[in-house]
């Protein structure tokens, strides 16, 4: 299994930034506790090491402010000395609130921490060792959120605003540039620093000195303040509503519903939150017009019209109506972020790649970040947007496989920025991989179907219609079913079984029992035909058997289920078999499994055959189900080749394939030169793609 070894290489990661009670993003860098990390990282250990996990997220929560606020940082007392800003210039140490037995930051970050506890739960093998952590953690995120709509939401709406852009999570991000730009640097004290990041990574990609003098500048305003939220609030020249802050609030409110009720405590207060939030977010953030979500200017009471990845999460929070969420999608799938299908391109950049001041490799203002792709995959899938989540899926991790486990990567090459072994990298890739990987391995119960089952025989009688006609109706048929009942490659195998378009489908199959419909007038009609045939076949017997889980349920599903032609039986094996005579590569990417691994299921018209399986075979070839990682000189493909070893006889015929439908130029040109390439073989989902 090879996605197991980048799987450890992660791990590794982890290892490495693992202090004994919590994880450091990255030991140089950011050698403390940081808020949202841990949110991130813990999700990454509830897949493997539950206890780390827990460690992960009471360690932060026990330096918790009296007031619920969740600090940004949490000091290491042992590696000060490393980083800027640290305690002696937060003097958190001036609030009544800060805790005593933690040294920490004054400000607060996206809350992520509820959405990650119920995550921990979900992926708990055994739940009920869990509940202690569960009841210990619920009061203290109520706490956490409690702060917020009491202190951050001053129009008691459900909006809430930040303080800092630190306190977004995306520091120099471009939405942030019209408030900075109001405080005048020439005009305003600010306080002497240095600045110790510029000298870890290359200042290229950085924010710049003048971003620091206003970050430092607004932390000033903090502590003089004691950290008093209401004179913050009078005094503050940045406040703002973040789109991206509010949806993963929401989805945390969401999250609180949910675990409330595993440990039969009152919801009702997070359900409150979580309507009155995504309500005033939706009626007030986004634009129609440029089909994005912006974040709000508190002080001039104005949209902040930039736009950057934050404007899609309120697909995360699942706050868009469906509306927005389809205009949402034209955005996100637009050259502006990126585009399925488009060149050069890798998950979605953090800014609208067709701005002027857009840069492909400084921090938040353009680069790919894992959290905020991994969160808009989460997003797509929520709403059902199941090809480009699919497609997310991959670079997300893809990224870290072929580059590294960086903080985040360049938008066009996906060369890895910023600092290496970057803890969520790894924690959010390991949460992918372990989703692919236990689909993969799954053990289905099968039961027998004895001999052999003929699906197509319901009483004997001739038909009366010409062989012509029982064809049309069963192209016309196919094609309704496919079209009406499928979508990206899931099927609803329940709403066929009731459709009329079903009964008639079955109707007009049992009249091929005894016709000769063999006839065809050209090559690529009999091909049409038979691709066709098979995928309906499958379709058939997953409703007539009711297979509910997977076609593995079945023992014999490929060779003894079957439909009559003119007196003569054909299996989905003997089908493939017919198939191999046209000797034509691209046909086993048209054939569908009923898996969520095979290709999703298609209508192949007669006279568009050509083009149709071209279609098919590229997007196969740019699917999850190949991985082309030019760094480690590797490919990690699908079963799919290994058991169509008729038209795929030796690695060279897989590599030629591949390299005709791949997309990028990187990786086509790492096929066109390596004779060298390792193939492996990706585990093949047999779940049902209902
Ligand atoms: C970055 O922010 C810190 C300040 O919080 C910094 O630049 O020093 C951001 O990427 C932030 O989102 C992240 O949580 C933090 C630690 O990884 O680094």
Redesign the pocket.
């Known amino acids: 299994m090879p996605i197991q070894d980048y799987i450890e290489k992660a791990k590794s990661v982890l290892d490495k930034n693992w202090t004994g009670e919590y994880t450091v ?2 030991v140089h ?2 050698p403390h506790q ?4 841990s949110g991130f990282i813990a999700i990454g250990y509830s897949r493997y090491n539950m206890e780390r996990a827990v460690k992960e997220i009471l360690h932060l929560f026990d330096a918790q402010w009296e007031n619920g606020m969740l600090p ?2 949490v000091f290491n007392k042992k590696a000060l000395g490393k ?1 800027f800003p640290e305690p002696d210039f937060w003097r958190t140490d001036l609030s009544p609130y800060a805790p005593k037995n933690h040294l920490t930051s004054g400000i607060t ?1 996206p809350p992520i921490h509820g959405y990650t506890v119920l995550k921990m739960f979900e992926n708990a093998r055994e739940k009920d060792r869990l509940i202690p952590f569960l009841k210990l953690i619920y009061p203290k995120l109520i706490k956490l959120h409690e702060y917020l709509y009491l202190e951050r939401n001053p129009d008691d709406n459900g909006l809430i605003y930040i303080r800092h852009p ?1 306190e977004s ?3 120099n991000s471009p939405m942030w540039d019209p408030i900075l730009e109001r405080i005048d640097i020439t005009k305003v004290k600010i306080p002497e620093f240095q600045r110790k ?1 510029d000298k870890i990574i290359d200042p290229e990609q ?2 710049k000195d003048i971003d620091y003098k206003r970050y430092i500048y607004l932390v000033d305003i903090f502590r003089k303040n004691r950290y008093d939220e209401k004179k913050i609030f009078q005094e503050c020249p940045f406040l703002a509503v973040d789109p991206l802050f509010n949806s993963i609030l929401c989805a945390s409110n969401e999250a609180l519903v949910q675990i409330a009720e595993i440990i039969d405590e009152d919801y009702k207060k997070p359900e409150e939150w979580f309507l009155m939030t995504a309500r005033a977010v939706r009626d007030n953030l986004f634009s129609s017009e440029k089909k994005i979500f912006f974040a709000y200017d508190y002080i001039e009471k104005k949209l902040i019209e930039v736009e950057t990845a934050a404007g899609f999460m309120p697909l995360f929070g699942g706050i868009a109506s469906t509306q927005q969420a389809l205009k949402l999608y034209e955005k996100l799938n637009s050259l502006s972020f990126c585009r399925l299908g488009e060149k050069n391109c890798f998950a979605i950049p953090n800014y609208d790649k067709k701005k002027k001041d857009f840069s492909s490799f400084n ?2 203002r353009g680069p790919i ?1 894992i959290n905020i792709n991994w969160m808009l995959y989460q997003g797509l899938l929520r709403y059902k947007f199941k090809q480009k989540a699919e497609h997310l899926e991959i670079t997300v991790m893809e990224l870290p496989m072929r580059f590294g486990f960086y ?1 985040y990567f360049d938008s066009f090459t996906g060369k890895g920025y910023g600092t290496k072994d ?3 990298t790894a924690a959010l890739f390991i949460d992918l991989a372990y989703d692919m990987y236990e689909k993969g391995r799954k053990e289905w119960e099968t039961r027998s179907i004895g001999k052999s089952i003929i699906l197509n025989i319901n009483g004997e009688h001739i038909p009366v219609e010409d062989e012509e006609e029982i064809k049309r109706d069963f192209y016309c048929l196919t094609e309704k079913i496919i079209k009406n009942f499928s979508k990206n490659g899931s099927v609803d195998y329940d709403r066929i079984r009731l459709s009329p378009e079903y009964k008639l489908y079955q109707n007009t199959v049992s009249k091929f029992a005894n016709k000769d419909i063999l006839k065809f007038k050209s090559e690529d009609e009999e091909k049409a035909f038979w691709i066709n045939l098979y995928n309906m076949l499958v379709i058939d017997s997953i409703i007539r058997l009711n297979i509910r889980n997977s076609v593995k349920e079945v023992d014999g599903f490929f060779s003894n289920i079957k439909y009559r032609i003119n007196g003569k039986d054909y299996s989905l094996d003997d089908i493939r078999e017919i198939l191999r005579k046209f000797n034509d590569k691209r046909v086993p990417f048209a054939l569908v499994k009923g898996t969520n691994s095979s290709p999703p299921l298609r209508f192949f018209k007669r006279k568009n055959i050509n083009r149709l399986l071209e279609i098919a075979a590229r997007d196969f070839i740019r699917s999850p189900e190949v991985i082309v990682l030019p760094e480690d000189n590797r490919i990690l493909i699908s079963e799919l080749f290994r058991w169509n070893d008729y038209y795929f006889k030796n690695k060279d015929d897989i590599i030629q394939f591949i390299k005709k439908y791949v997309k990028d130029d990187i990786k086509k040109d790492f096929l066109n030169k390596n004779d060298d390439i390792e193939l492996r073989y990706l585990l093949y989902d047999w779940t049902l793609n209902g």
């Not at 940081?34 to 990390?37: H, L």
């Open positions: 993003p990255s860098l950011y940081w808020n949202w990390d940004q940082i980083y970050m630190w999570g995306m520091d990041d950085r924010p921090y938040w970040w903080e970057f803890s969520w």
